[in-house]
Nanobody, 125 residues
Framework: QVQLVESGGGLVQAGGSLRLSCAAS????????MGWFRQAPGKEREFVAT????????YYADSVKGRFTISRDNAKNTLYLQMNSLKPDDTAVYYC??????????????????WGQGTQVTVSS
């Protein structure tokens, strides 16, 4: 198992930026395919972005494409999500997730077996 801890959330005005981090420990980070998901109040958890083991392949939800960038630093055991041009609809708890093997376009939360506790992102209008 890998342990995941998110940080970097907060309150930001619409149009602003935030960078989320996800620190991993317990297992070799580079062995894990990583993803970001989010969950708004009263809604199901939804896919945001994924990144392959060494970062060569990324995939984004249409709603964040062009605004968010997922990246990873395997030497630091850390996953990132740079969020620009934030909108009120981006308000949610953001979770990082890890799994060993997954299709690059698989967006199903159930296919990830390691999760962080989440970090709140609130975008004011």
């Amino acid at each position: 198992q890998v342990q995941l801890v998110e940080s970097g959330g907060g309150l930001v005005q619409a149009g602003g930026s935030l960078r989320l981090s996800c620190a991993a420990s317990g297992r070799t980070f580079s062995m894990y395919y990583m993803g970001w998901f989010r969950q708004a109040p009263g809604k199901e958890r939804e896919f945001v972005a994924t990144i392959s083991w060494i970062g060569g392949t990324t995939y984004y939800a249409d709603s964040v494409k062009g605004r968010f960038t997922i990246s990873r630093d395997n030497a630091k055991n850390t996953l990132y999500l740079q969020m620009n041009s934030l909108k009120p609809d981006d308000t949610a708890v953001y979770y990082c997730a890890a799994t060993h093997f997954i299709s690059p376009t698989d967006i199903r939360a159930d296919d990830y077996d390691n999760w962080g506790q989440g970090t709140q992102v609130t975008v004011s209008s």
